[in-house]
């Protein structure tokens, strides 16, 4: 008996040391998480960034605050599943009380007569561990895990959708950096030509009509070239708010766009396979599904037994004469628990949870048939916008020669005014509609490698 009585005190010191371990384990990771996001805080952004997109992606993803909250989402995701587990653990308490009984005597009244029994102070102690286990703790941890994953997943497509953004921004300035240079050279031009014009004007070989419909072109140049000088802005906005950088930040764009739009990155983006399993919503539904069916085993747990184990060790002290010693030092328990009628409520709780698994394998089998469909629709947009592109990249450098053409032969005298007008606005139109194929380009381009998770 002393024998077996050292060993379970060996046992529980094992537990009570490994409950210690974990707990500090778990102190020291949370410390460590709020020092490095301290850290993370107080780092000082430099007043000039100079970035490639791979850069600018990889610089989004270290400060953006959303990702920050979603990757401790994740570990509060782990932080539930250990208080799952551990409430299948063996707890220990430990228990102290003092008794003042302020002098009062007990009467017992025997055949033999009453006898006054004195109640002395006492002072008593216990150490109780316990451990109860029963199905739905064991299938509430699994649904844990399913959890993590989830979070996961979904920590994996905010910073997908991050990266996206980034990119989007980036390459939408470059275009409207270029497209601003095309205009400054071409303002450059007309007012040349309007000098020119206004010097003939002075010298009485042509009319000052011919100078004001130049004048006009050259306003609607500036007003041109302001609006695309706001958009740049707006544009650069957007990428400080997804770098998490101040307004103040002077950002540097090192990467050409020619090389960004490359035929080579759009047709490799092209020959890409689907693969269904790297599908990020593929992913979030069918761990969905799995947890659709845990709930099912779950509830059906409900029906199941708790076993339960307890040991408990008593002392008790009185401070004078007498008292009746009737607590045992050393009790051990051990409890079976069986649910036997809940007037149907268990049942129908598994009914409904049968219900949703079905309703989550119809949504799962739908999406999977879709998703193909999905991407050859993506993998068409990409393509076509792509050619959109190149033709709209051509037809920009098409409209300019003709531009300049036309503004040599006016200087020349060799063509009117109108030809100057005509050729000024199909410049200008045509600026407009390649900055939308570029911008097109780009998102179809993102919403493709979102949907093969690349």
Request: proline share 2%; charged share 15%.
């Amino acid at each position: 008996m002393k024998k077996n009585l050292i060993n379970k005190q060996r046992l529980l010191t094992c537990i009570l040391v490994a409950l210690l371990q974990c707990f500090a384990i778990g102190v020291v990771a949370a410390d460590h998480v709020m020092s490095a996001t301290r850290h993370q805080e107080a780092e000082q952004v430099s007043d000039t960034l100079s970035l490639s997109l791979s850069e600018a992606r990889d610089y989004a993803v270290s400060r953006n605050r959303s990702l920050k909250n979603a990757s401790l989402a994740v570990q509060e995701a782990y932080a539930q599943r250990w208080q799952t587990i551990a409430q299948m653990l063996p707890s220990v308490d430990a228990n102290y009380s003092y008794s003042n009984y302020l002098g009062y005597s007990a009467e017992l009244n025997t055949a033999m007569g009453s006898f006054q029994v004195a109640m002395p102070n006492v002072g008593a102690w216990s150490i109780t561990a316990a451990v109860g286990i029963n199905g739905q703790g064991i299938v509430g941890a699994l649904l844990q895990n399913l959890a993590i994953d989830m979070k996961k997943i979904a920590l994996e497509q905010s910073e997908t959708e991050l990266r996206g953004g980034v990119m989007n921004s980036y390459i939408t300035i470059l275009a409207l950096h270029s497209i601003s240079n095309l205009l400054d050279s071409t303002l450059l031009n007309i007012q040349s030509l309007e000098q020119m014009t206004q010097n003939a004007v002075n010298a009485g070989v042509a009319e000052q009509t011919t100078v004001d419909q130049i004048h006009v072109r050259v306003n609607t140049l500036k007003n041109s070239i302001n609006a695309q000088q706001r958009n740049i802005e707006l544009a650069t906005n957007a990428l400080k708010v997804q770098l998490n950088v101040p307004a103040q930040t002077q950002l540097t764009l090192t990467d050409e766009i020619d090389n960004l739009l490359s035929s080579e990155q759009i047709l490799q983006l092209l020959g890409e396979q689907f693969v269904i399993d790297h599908n990020l919503n593929y992913q979030l539904l069918k761990k969905s599904t799995d947890l659709a069916r845990r709930q099912v085993h779950l509830s059906a747990w409900a029906y199941g037994p708790t076993v339960s184990l307890a040991y408990n060790y008593s002392k008790q002290h009185y401070y004078g004469e007498g008292g009746m010693r009737m607590t045992p030092p050393n009790v051990i328990q051990l409890g079976v628990s069986i649910p036997l009628w809940s007037s149907g409520k268990r049942a129908a709780g598994v009914v409904e949870k049968k219900i949703a698994y079905e309703e989550a394998k119809n949504t799962l089998a739908e999406t999977t048939d879709n998703l193909g469909i999905q991407f050859q629709q993506l993998r068409f947009n990409l393509q076509n916008n792509y050619e959109t592109y190149l033709n709209e990249k051509e037809n920009i450098e098409v409209v300019r020669r003709v531009f300049e053409s036309t503004a040599n032969k006016f200087r020349w005298g060799t063509t009117s005014n109108v030809d100057l007008t005509n050729a000024s606005n199909d410049l200008i139109s045509a600026q407009s509609t390649y900055i939308q194929a570029v911008m097109s380009l780009v998102q179809s381009g993102v919403e493709l490698e979102k949907f093969l998770n690349l």
